[in-house]
Nanobody
Framework: VHVVEFGGGLVQPGGSLRLSCAAS????????MTWHRQAPGKEREVVAW????????NYADAVKGRFTISRDNAKNTVYLQMNTLKPEDTAVYYC?????????WGQGTQVTVSS
């Protein structure tokens, strides 16, 4: 199983980025997908979650109204659209696939929000 994140980078406050996470070697449509992030000196935290069929989503309070999680099961890919970015969104963003107690993680992608 491989889980790979794409799309991180440097963006100015107020800007936007879209992260992608591609998974292979698993039945993607069976897995709930979650984006997590970890800032320097802080614990990893959940940012957004989407159910296996994409019908349900949930967000951390800190990103509600600014971030949108979505998925394309035909492409085995989950996305995180991040708008109105703030310096406190700076972190390594990780993608997680979970099904029946089994977790797979990507290596993470750095997002830096700075002027």
């Amino acid at each position: 199983v491989h889980v790979v994140e794409f799309g991180g980078g440097l963006v100015q406050p107020g800007g936007s980025l879209r992260l992608s996470c591609a998974a292979s070697g698993l039945i993607f449509s069976s897995y709930d997908m979650t984006w997590h992030r970890q800032a320097p000196g802080k614990e990893r935290e959940v940012v957004a979650w989407i159910s296996s069929a994409g019908r349900f989503t949930n967000y951390a309070d800190a990103v509600k109204g600014r971030f949108t999680i979505s998925r394309d099961n035909a492409k085995n890919t989950v996305y995180l659209q991040m708008n109105t970015l703030k310096p406190e969104d700076t972190a390594v963003y990780y993608c997680n696939a979970r099904f029946a107690g089994t977790d797979y993680w990507g290596q993470g992608t750095q997002v830096t929000v700075s002027s």
